[in-house]
């Protein structure tokens, strides 16, 4: 029952950084710019921190589920941090890689936008809901500690991937650092829009 609750963390979490979002889009952005050994220090903070995310959110899941304006409140949080990321993006786009970068400024980026992850409310809402209503993982202290530690090395699996994808890319197409961040910075600004016009779908057409 244990190596399945792992398994389930790790599983769910490893699909639920497939989607491009706003972390793994800033650890490509990383790996581009400032080189695999400080994404794999982003990651690393990032997953530790992704530990303690997943155990207290699966924790207050169904006190979560239960606020009325939550989705909403996410929406215009993802709008400020999508918009944040996508402005410093934009504004650098043009600024040469530097040649050294400080080695705990990828943990300290890693470990803040571990805890600044609103996307990942909602898919633990719904997948933590899911997995203990079906019995697939209990709801005691030591199931969700072995299904945070499974979440945790889903982050980083999924993550990592997405690093060597990025040497990948820029090694096999030479694509300046210039092009790559534009285009974040562009992906960045269609995913504010995406939450503004859902929210105006919300209020005006659906309400």
């Known amino acids: 029952m244990i190596f399945l609750t792992l398994f389930l963390g790790l599983f769910a979490n490893f699909i639920g950084y497939i989607p491009p979002g706003n972390i793994n889009l ?12 400080q994404a794999m220090r982003f990651i690393i903070a990032f997953s530790s921190v992704e530990f303690f995310f997943t ?19 996410i929406d215009w949080v993802m709008v400020v941090l999508f918009g944040t990321l996508g402005t410093i993006t934009w504004l650098h786009r043009k600024k040469p890689t530097r040649a050294n970068y400080s080695e705990h400024e990828s943990v ?14 909602p ?48 090694s096999k197409f030479a694509l300046s650092t210039r092009v790559i961040n534009t285009g974040i910075a562009v992906l960045f600004f ?18």
Not at 26 to 37: A, D, P, S
Not at 60 to 73: E, F, G, P, Y
Not at 108 to 121: A, C, K
Not at 127 to 151: P, Q
Request: charged share 10%; proline share 1%.
């Open 26 to 37: 800033t650890l490509v952005q990383i790996t581009i710019n400032r080189g695999f050994k």
């Open 55 to 73: 155990y207290f959110i699966m924790h207050a899941a169904k006190w979560l589920s239960a606020q009325v304006k939550l989705d909403t409140v």
């Open 108 to 121: 300290r980026y890693g470990i803040l936008l571990g805890f600044l992850n609103p996307m990942q409310v």
């Open 123 to 170: 898919f633990w809402m719904i997948t933590g809901t899911y997995l203990i209503t079906h019995e697939w993982i209990l709801d005691g202290k030591l199931a969700l500690v072995v299904f945070s530690a499974g979440s945790a090395a889903g982050a980083f699996l999924c993550l990592y991937l997405y690093a060597r994808f990025a040497q990948f890319i820029q």
């Open 190 to 207: 269609l995913f504010a829009a995406y939450h503004v016009v859902k929210q105006v779908y919300l209020v005006f057409f659906k309400g």
